[in-house]
C-alpha cells in the first residue's frame, strides 16, 4: 500500500514539474475559455439536432441545421 501512495506523489510531482517547466519555456498555452453566446436554441425539424438560432437556415416556418436538411425535408413533406 505505501508502494502505491509513493508512486501517486512521485506522479503527481512529475507532473507538476512538467506543467511548471512547459510555462516558464513559453510552451503552448491554453486556449481561454469562449463565453457562451444568449442565442435562442432552435431544433432542426429534419434531424431533431438543436443548434443555436445564428447557425440555423431558416425556410418556410422551419428551422433546419442545413441547407442538405432542408431540401431533404421538402422533398419528404411537399407543400401544397
Same mark, same amino acid.
Given at each position: 500500500?505505501a508502494?502505491?501512495? $509513493?508512486?501517486?506523489?512521485?506522479?503527481?510531482? &512529475?507532473?507538476? =514539474?512538467?506543467? +511548471?517547466?512547459?510555462?516558464?519555456?513559453?510552451?503552448?498555452?491554453?486556449?481561454?475559455k469562449?463565453?457562451? $453566446?444568449?442565442?435562442?436554441?432552435?431544433r432542426? &425539424?429534419?434531424? =431533431?439536432?438543436h +443548434?443555436?438560432?445564428g447557425?440555423s437556415?431558416q425556410?418556410?416556418?422551419?428551422?433546419?441545421?442545413?441547407?442538405?436538411?432542408?431540401?431533404?425535408?421538402?422533398?419528404?413533406?411537399?407543400?401544397q
Amino acid at each position: 500500500m505505501a508502494f502505491i501512495i $509513493r508512486l501517486l506523489i512521485l506522479a503527481a510531482l &512529475a507532473w507538476f =514539474g512538467f506543467r +511548471l517547466v512547459r510555462q516558464l519555456m513559453g510552451g503552448p498555452q491554453e486556449l481561454p475559455k469562449q463565453t457562451p $453566446r444568449n442565442e435562442l436554441m432552435q431544433r432542426c &425539424a429534419h434531424c =431533431g439536432v438543436h +443548434l443555436p438560432s445564428g447557425e440555423s437556415t431558416q425556410s418556410g416556418g422551419y428551422t433546419f441545421c442545413s441547407e442538405a436538411h432542408r431540401d431533404a425535408y421538402f422533398r419528404e413533406h411537399p407543400r401544397q
